[in-house]
């Protein structure tokens, strides 16, 4: 997952880029291997046996940790021998960090990064990926390549660059012994934040900016009004219409709206504290885990708008300098394994969606993802499907997040 601005914001001081090159020369011992293009797949996995793969992703979720570092490491030691090392990198961080790698000719520090939309986009734009390479994973056959949801990352063609690992879908959570009636609208959902002065916010993270994409389809009408590619004139309708609504409820909103949560994590303390009577994710499981964990109360749902909710599917990247492409190939294939899907599907794990196809299973791993069943509180997935609607071009993201940052310094306190 992710905190996204144009990269021509986000020039780094002099100071830090001494230090990431640095950091970039010094030889962590990983051992560097021959380019995967040149070789059969068996001796790509050859060649991974017995390597260190770090992987640069979002560490901000103790459950993604936890199935990473508890489960998914040990099985690629068992498997291939790789040790497998997560480290913390996304966004901003991570294109900077290749940026300078590059302009230092530095040796690449991760071999494997979690990245979609934004990231993607100015990764590729930089030309700071490796590729094409994830139409050889003997997994990728398996693939759910029907789903556009999951074949085109905010409109873009992953084009090889990326292979995805998991699919989510925006959801409100809300809880049922205080909202028993919630709202299912966009408009529904300004009407009752009006009657219920600050009960209601959104946090400062991509997770807030979801929710400002939410609304602004809705009040144009519908995804279909920014689909095509970014464009300046139908963003600056979309964005003054968003302004408005937002102006219109900002009083109402926790604290007037003149302070946010700073993430999800903080907005579902805020939330189960009983100060706010909403939080939201960008994974409409996520209040069937944080519920079995006792994060959110036993009396938590989620919730889609009928406007629609964004869908969307994160991917898996290897940077330019990765040195080792090999190893990052097998980690990739195996995390696109049914043995994996499943296993992070599980609410007690993360609840996070799959991305392959039951049709293309073996019998076995279908029949087990049938049988795995879903928790009272999961939204029913036809009603997921009818409300699901794809992500737009990188650039609404960046330009919402950025400006509504913006707004909110500039707004009085």
């Not at 494997?112 to 003997?138: K, Q, S």
């Not at 959902?189 to 991509?206: C, K, M, V």
């Not at 996520?286 to 079995?292: A, I, P, Y």
Request: charged share 25%; aromatic share 10%; proline share 7%.
């Amino acid at each position: 997952m992710r905190r996204h601005v144009p990269i021509g914001r986000r020039l780094l001081s002099l100071a830090l880029l001494s230090a990431l090159v640095t950091a970039g020369c010094v030889d962590d011992g990983r051992t560097s291997v021959t380019d995967p293009a040149s070789l059969r797949w068996d001796e790509v996995v050859e060649s991974a046996r017995g390597t260190r793969v770090v992987w640069r992703m979002w560490r901000g979720d103790p459950s993604i940790n936890a199935y990473v570092d508890g489960w998914v490491a040990p099985r690629l030691l068992e498997l291939y021998g790789i040790e497998l090392r997560a480290v913390e990198g996304q966004g901003p961080e991570l294109v900077n960090q290749l940026v300078v790698e590059r302009s230092a000719r530095a040796a690449g520090s991760a071999d494997l990064v979690w990245i979609n939309g934004e990231t993607f986009h100015n990764l590729r734009g930089e030309d700071l990926l490796y590729g094409p390479w994830a139409g050889r994973l003997p997994n990728a056959a398996l693939i759910d390549s029907a789903s556009a949801i999951i074949m085109l990352d905010f409109e873009q063609d992953p084009a090889g660059f990326e292979s995805p690992w998991g699919r989510v879908q925006f959801a409100l959570i809300y809880d049922t012994t205080r909202t028993p009636e919630p709202p299912r609208t966009v408009r529904e959902l300004g009407e009752w934040i009006r009657a219920n002065p600050g009960r209601f916010t959104h946090d400062q993270s991509f997770t807030g900016t979801a929710f400002h994409k939410v609304v602004m389809y809705a009040l144009a009408g519908g995804v279909e009004q920014f689909q095509g590619g970014f464009d300046e004139i139908r963003y600056q309708a979309g964005a003054e219409r968003l302004w408005s609504w937002l102006g219109e409820h900002r009083t109402a909103f926790w604290r007037e709206g003149t302070v946010y949560p700073a993430g999800a994590a903080e907005l579902h303390r805020m939330f189960s504290n009983r100060e706010v009577d909403f939080s939201m994710s960008y994974n409409e499981n996520e209040v069937v885990s944080k519920v079995r964990q006792g994060i959110l109360p036993r009396t938590a749902r989620a919730l889609v708008l009928r406007d629609g909710t964004i869908a969307n599917a994160h991917y898996l990247g290897i940077p330019f300098n990765s040195p080792n492409p090999a190893g990052a190939m097998v980690v990739a294939d195996f995390l696109l394994s049914p043995e994996a899907q499943f296993e992070k599907l599980k609410p007690e794990v993360w609840a996070d969606g799959t991305v392959l196809d039951p049709a293309r299973m073996p019998a076995e791993w279908r029949f087990r993802f049938d049988a795995l069943g879903r928790d009272p509180r999961s939204i029913p997935l036809d009603t997921l499907r009818r409300y699901a609607v794809p992500e737009v071009a990188p650039g609404y993201h960046e330009r919402l997040s950025q400006e509504w940052r913006e707004r909110i310094r500039a707004a009085p306190r």
